[in-house]
Each structure stands twice: as structure tokens, then as C-alpha cells.
């Protein structure tokens, strides 16, 4: 690992291995006013560790891509704070925080840049915030993208790879800038299953190499089982945890581990949690309706 | 296969995701953006065009039509060393119509383009410079290239400043209003990751907003270049001493038909040059949009 696209991701912060610790603390954002007033998360709080991965679950529209996009710094928030490695990141002195590379985000349905090639897309922050030359930051890209094995596409557009290819470069594109929070937002919704499953193994060993704090939000428990130190179960909307609940297999993991009896109760569990919630925004909609 | 690939195979190895990895295609093939038209079929098409107006003009001389030009006597006309005329393929005169028009449109269309471009850049890019501006401009969009003439006469001294400003507005709405669309096609993710890639303003500007509206700008330059080929014929034949449009109208008015058809015709040709010149370039700039589409493969 080069030292040089540590420099932006950290700045100011100690260069130790507890990078990207989160504390959400009595986060709360509304968006509207009046009768069209929505709160999509409510008083809530929770901490990820430095280097863990967290997996964020709740029912569509319950507020989870508003808390991303809160810790991203595309919004800001109503009241509480956000805290990364113990920096207010936003809160009340600062409703918003400022996007930058230490919080790189991937979008639920996909921001790759169409008109650069995947290797210009992958080496496009380093080149922008100047920590590295172009051709250093190409040269890793090229590393990165032989990691996830798209070596071979380097030199073609995003528009020309299959929307699995797509993810893995958009990782890729994010992961370089060796960012302190990796924030994915349903990255593979629209993936089918067994793709999804190349997904995860090429993101689990991008993480073994690659340290980084993981907020993944997703609604496919299996997903959140299989990649989580820990799962988050979000109230229906707003937004709040209702549960949590730490997987203790240990990682590395591969797919064996689905067939283990511990993970089939940690997916009871988390089956149970969700489904309440699920009946719950049901019959909120009901009510709305 | 790379070794994720490989894992895809899963344990029996039959199963190829070949939907999640599709084979890369190793060449890339140039063909021009919206590929014009294949050349042997557009000729069939043209040789019927030309059949039927030899058979309802000179052959069935049908009622109306046979007042009309016919296609054997344009094309002597067209062709002679000695028009009866004045006007033909060997005559300087021909090439001067051609020329000053030309000049016209490239002194509108640059104008055009290089106003209304980083102009619809702008409109699209600030919301508050929107704001100010977007309502003159749609106030002002609508007005047709005619109503334009008195003002264009009292504001330009001489005929040709007015021609070319006449030409030019049409193109410069059409410009202007296709490059906002561009900027605000572009998908807001897109922006946003750029933010969180560490991206300035100003490297948003050059590498997503501008790039991210280029299919959009070319559409509207192939629009803007087909009116400012109608706009600069309806100027013409209002005003001015030279060019096609004056070419057609006074060939009217001296009842000297075959001309207008030469008029006519040519224009057709320099107009669609220009237009696949404008392909061409956009085409040039796109290489991404093309291989997108599949165009390029
Ligand atoms: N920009 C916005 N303006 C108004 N309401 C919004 C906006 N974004 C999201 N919402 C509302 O907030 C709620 C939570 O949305 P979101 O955070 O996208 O949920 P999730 O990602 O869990 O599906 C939804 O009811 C949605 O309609
Ligand atoms: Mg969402």
C-alpha cells in the first residue's frame, strides 16, 4: 500500500489501524416542513468500530440512504452529531458535513462517470485532489482492478461491462483513495444472486487487503449476515436501530459458512427483528393510505 | 477467466455466467455518430426521388406539376458551360452564391456555439443564474426568425450584419437551450461522487458537467446547423445581394425555374454536409457514447 493516498483520507487524524470508527449520536432529519413534513430518522444513535463492517437493514423508505447520505455530506442533519474517529464530522455547530475522500461513497444505483474509460474512473481521486501523479494514480488503478480481476477492461467505458463488472470498478474507484469509511448503498440490489455472490467474496477480499470501516445498507439478510461483523436492524420509518446484532463468525469467511448451523440462527434472528418492522411500515402505510 | 471469474463457475463449472461477464470484444470499429445512411440503399432512394419527378413533371407532365422544373432540364442547366440562366456548375457566379452563404453560416453557427454553449452551461450548472435569466430567454425563444427582420434592419447598418445576426438567433436558442438540458440530464449521483472522490468545483465543471452534457450539446448543434440553413434562406430573401436563398428568390421572381431547383438542390447538399460534419465532430469527441450504444463495435 503506497502511503501517498493515505495523506488526503486521514488528514489530520492519527495514521493508526483504528481508522474510521462512526458515532451516530441522537441523529435526526427531517426533510420538508408543515404538513408535508417526513422524518426519515429519528433520535438515532449508534457506534461502528474502526474497521468493522456494519450492515445497516431496514424496510424501503425507513431513512437508511438519508443517514448515508448524512455521514457523506450531501445533506445535512436536524439535530445530533456524527462523529468519525472522534471528529465532529456534522452537528450542531455544523449542520453539514463536507463530502471529501475519506468517506467514499457507493450509490445504490450506480455513479460511475460514463465518459472515462474504467481505469480514468478508478484513478480519478488521486488524480483530483493531486496526491498522486496521473500516471501513479493510473498504475494503481490498474492494481486494484487486476485485484477484483478487470484487469482486462481497463481501456473500455462503463457503458460496455455488465452492471456486475460496473460495481466491482466502482469499489475499486473508492477503495483507492484508501478512504477511512466505505459507505455502500445497496450496491447489489439490482445484481442476480449468483453474481451477487462474486460480488461479496471480491468485496470481502478487497477488505481483507484494504482496512477500512464497511457501512453497507442493505435489505437481503443473507447479505448482511454474510459480510457483517454487525447487523443494525432499523425501526420502520424513521430511522432508528431496533436491533442489533453481532455475528460472531469469525472472518475470513467464504461461502461455507452459510451452511453452518450459527449463521442459519443469526439469519432467524435477524429474520424475526426485520419482519416485525416489515408488518409495521406495512400497516403504517395501511393507515397513510 | 481471472480467478473471481473462475469462482462463478460454481463446483460443477458448467454453469458460465456469461450475463455477469460477457466476452470483451478486442477491436473497436470507427463509424460516424448516428451512422449516416448506408450509401447503396440511400441511393435506390434517391434515384426513385429523382424517377417520379421525371415522370410527374416531363413524362406524365401531371397538372400541376407541369409548370414546374423538370429533372432533365435542371440537370442541362445545372451542367452546361453556357447556362441559359446565368447560373451553373462552370459559371463563377454559382460558386459565389455558395460561398457567401456559406460564410454566413459559419459566422452564425461559431457565434452561436461559442455564446450559446458555456451560456446553457451556465443556465444549467447555477440555479440562481437560471432564475434571472431562463424567463427572458424563453420569452424571447419563441419569437419566429421573422419577426425578427425590422429589428435586426434598425439595430445592423449594412444587409449582411443582419443576415448573419438573423441566422444566428435561431441557432443560438436552439444551442443554448439543448446544452442546459445536457447539464441538467446529468444524473446528481454522478455529481456527488465526484464531491466525494475530492473533486473541486471547477474539476466538476470540466469533468463531469461538460463531458456529462456533450451528447446533449451535439444534438443540439445538428439542430442549430439545420436552422441555420432555414433561417439564413428566409434572411436572404429578405435582404442581401448574394448567397442561395437570394439565389432562389430572385429566380423566382425572374421566372427563370430551373435555377430555383439548382438553389434548391444545392442547398440540400451543403446543408447536409454541414450536418455530417457536425456528426463527424461529435462522433470525434464521444468515442465513449458510441462504444456505449454499440455503435463503435
Ligand atoms: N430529498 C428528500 N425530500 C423529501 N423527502 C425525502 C427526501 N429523500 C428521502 N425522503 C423521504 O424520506 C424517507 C426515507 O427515505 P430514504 O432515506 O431514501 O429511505 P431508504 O433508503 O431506507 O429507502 C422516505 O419516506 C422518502 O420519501
Ligand atoms: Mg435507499
Redesign the pocket.
Known amino acids: 500500500m503506497t502511503d501517498l493516498a493515505l495523506e488526503p483520507a486521514s488528514r489530520g487524524a492519527p495514521q493508526t489501524s483504528s481508522r474510521g470508527a462512526i458515532s451516530i449520536r441522537n441523529v435526526v432529519k427531517t426533510?420538508?416542513s408543515g404538513a408535508s413534513q417526513?422524518t426519515?430518522v429519528d433520535d438515532c444513535s449508534f457506534e461502528v468500530a474502526a474497521g468493522e463492517i456494519c450492515m445497516v437493514v431496514?424496510?424501503?423508505?425507513?431513512?437508511?440512504?438519508?443517514?448515508l447520505?448524512a455521514i457523506a455530506g450531501f445533506?445535512d442533519i436536524t439535530s445530533g452529531e456524527i462523529l468519525i474517529d472522534g471528529e465532529t464530522i456534522c452537528g450542531p455547530d455544523r449542520p453539514m458535513a463536507a463530502p471529501g475522500p475519506d468517506r467514499v461513497v457507493v450509490f445504490q444505483n450506480g455513479a460511475l462517470f460514463p465518459w472515462k474509460t474504467n481505469l480514468e474512473n478508478v484513478a480519478f481521486g488521486p488524480t483530483m485532489q493531486g496526491t498522486m501523479t496521473e500516471a501513479a494514480a493510473k498504475a494503481r488503478a490498474r492494481s486494484l482492478l487486476a485485484e477484483v480481476g478487470l484487469d482486462d477492461v481497463a481501456e473500455r467505458f462503463p457503458g460496455e461491462i455488465s452492471s456486475g463488472m460496473r460495481r466491482r470498478v466502482e469499489i475499486a474507484r473508492a477503495v483507492i483513495n484508501e478512504p477511512r469509511v466505505l459507505l455502500l448503498?445497496e450496491p447489489y440490489r439490482a445484481l442476480d444472486a449468483l453474481t451477487k455472490q462474486v460480488m461479496h467474496e471480491a468485496l470481502l477480499e478487497l477488505y481483507y487487503r484494504n482496512k477500512v470501516t464497511i457501512f453497507f445498507?442493505t435489505h437481503d439478510l443473507e447479505e448482511a449476515v454474510f459480510l457483517g461483523h454487525k447487523l443494525v436492524i432499523s425501526t420502520a420509518?424513521p430511522?432508528r436501530p431496533k436491533t442489533i446484532i453481532e455475528v460472531d463468525i469469525p472472518h475470513p469467511r467464504d461461502r461455507s459458512v452459510i451452511t453452518s448451523p450459527r449463521f442459519r440462527e443469526l439469519m432467524e434472528a435477524a429474520h424475526e427483528a426485520v419482519r416485525q418492522e416489515a408488518v409495521a411500515a406495512f400497516q403504517a402505510g395501511d393507515k397513510e393510505g | 477467466m481471472t480467478e473471481i471469474d473462475a469462482k462463478a463457475l460454481g463446483a460443477d463449472g458448467a454453469v458460465r455466467t456469461a450475463s455477469a461477464f460477457p466476452p470483451t470484444p478486442t477491436t473497436v470499429a470507427r463509424r460516424p455518430f448516428r451512422a449516416s445512411p448506408k450509401l447503396p440503399l440511400s441511393l435506390v432512394g434517391f434515384a426513385a426521388f429523382l424517377l417520379a419527378w421525371h415522370l410527374a413533371v416531363e413524362v406524365w407532365r401531371l397538372p400541376r406539376f407541369a409548370k414546374l422544373p423538370g429533372l432533365v432540364e435542371v440537370f442541362v442547366e445545372w451542367t452546361s458551360t453556357d447556362p441559359m440562366y446565368g447560373v451553373s456548375l462552370f459559371t463563377a457566379e454559382y460558386y459565389q452564391h455558395i460561398l457567401v452563404s456559406l460564410k454566413r453560416i459559419v459566422a452564425a453557427f461559431s457565434a452561436a456555439t461559442l455564446l450559446g454553449v458555456p451560456l446553457g452551461l451556465l443556465l444549467g450548472w447555477s440555479q440562481r443564474f437560471r432564475e434571472y435569466v431562463f424567463p427572458v430567454f424563453e420569452t424571447l425563444r419563441p419569437v419566429p426568425i421573422l419577426a425578427w427582420v425590422p429589428i435586426s434592419i434598425i439595430l445592423f447598418s449594412g444587409a449582411e450584419t443582419s443576415v448573419v445576426f438573423l441566422t444566428f438567433i435561431a441557432a443560438f436558442f436552439v444551442t443554448t437551450l439543448n446544452t442546459m438540458t445536457g447539464v441538467q440530464s446529468i444524473d446528481p449521483s454522478v455529481v456527488r461522487a465526484a464531491r466525494c472522490l475530492g473533486a473541486s468545483p471547477r474539476q466538476i465543471f470540466r469533468h463531469i458537467v461538460a463531458p456529462g452534457a456533450l451528447p446533449h450539446i451535439f444534438t443540439g448543434l445538428q439542430v442549430s446547423m439545420g436552422v441555420s440553413w432555414f433561417s439564413l434562406v428566409a434572411a436572404e430573401m429578405v435582404s442581401g445581394e448574394f448567397g442561395l436563398g437570394y439565389l432562389i428568390n430572385t429566380a423566382y421572381a425572374k421566372i427563370q425555374y430551373p435555377t430555383i431547383a439548382i438553389g434548391m438542390i444545392t442547398l440540400g447538399a451543403v446543408g447536409y454536409a454541414s450536418s455530417a460534419l457536425v456528426r463527424l465532430v461529435g462522433a470525434r469527441l464521444m468515442a465513449w457514447r458510441l462504444r456505449e450504444i454499440g455503435v463503435g463495435r
Open positions: 426533510y420538508g417526513v426519515a431496514g424496510p424501503s423508505g425507513c431513512g437508511k440512504t438519508s443517514l447520505n445533506h448503498d445498507i420509518r430511522c
